[in-house]
């Protein structure tokens, strides 16, 4: 059974940065198409980046382009999301996906097949 155990959520104030990371277990990870979402009170849950399985091709949403960066560690089973200038609307709790034995980016919530719990981003301003 896979499960994906995200960590490194908290409070940052406006312009700071936080990295988040996903583990992965269960399973071959280096197969796994990543992704990452995030979803604020009354919201509904939005793509923020994926990640494909060697690493090789990579997006992520236009609202945070130039300021987010989603890589992974296939040595660590780990994926991350490296988050710098954090704006107040960047709050919400960030969930990490995964696609098994899947080789390319997905930007569709429905397309991934496991999901962690999610770790909670407060941007204060």
């Known amino acids: 059974q896979v499960q994906l155990v995200e960590s490194g959520g908290g409070l940052v104030q406006a312009g700071g940065s936080l990295r988040l990371s996903c583990a992965v277990s269960?399973?071959?990870?280096?197969?796994?198409?990543m992704g990452w979402f995030r979803q604020a009170p009354g919201k509904e849950r939005e793509f923020v980046g994926s990640?494909?399985?060697?690493?090789?091709?990579?997006d992520v949403a236009d609202s945070v382009k130039g300021r987010f960066t989603i890589s992974r560690d296939n040595a660590k089973n780990t994926v991350y999301l490296r988050m710098n200038s954090l704006k107040p609307e960047d709050s919400a709790s960030y969930y990490c996906?995964?696609?098994?034995?899947?080789?390319?980016?997905?930007?569709?919530?429905?397309?991934?097949?496991?999901w962690g719990q999610g770790t909670q981003v407060t941007v204060s301003s």
């Open positions: 996906a995964g696609r098994t034995y899947y080789s390319q980016i997905l930007y569709a919530e429905a397309d991934y097949d496991v």
């Open positions: 990640i494909n399985w060697d690493g090789s091709r990579a």
């Open positions: 269960g399973r071959a990870f280096t197969y796994f198409t």
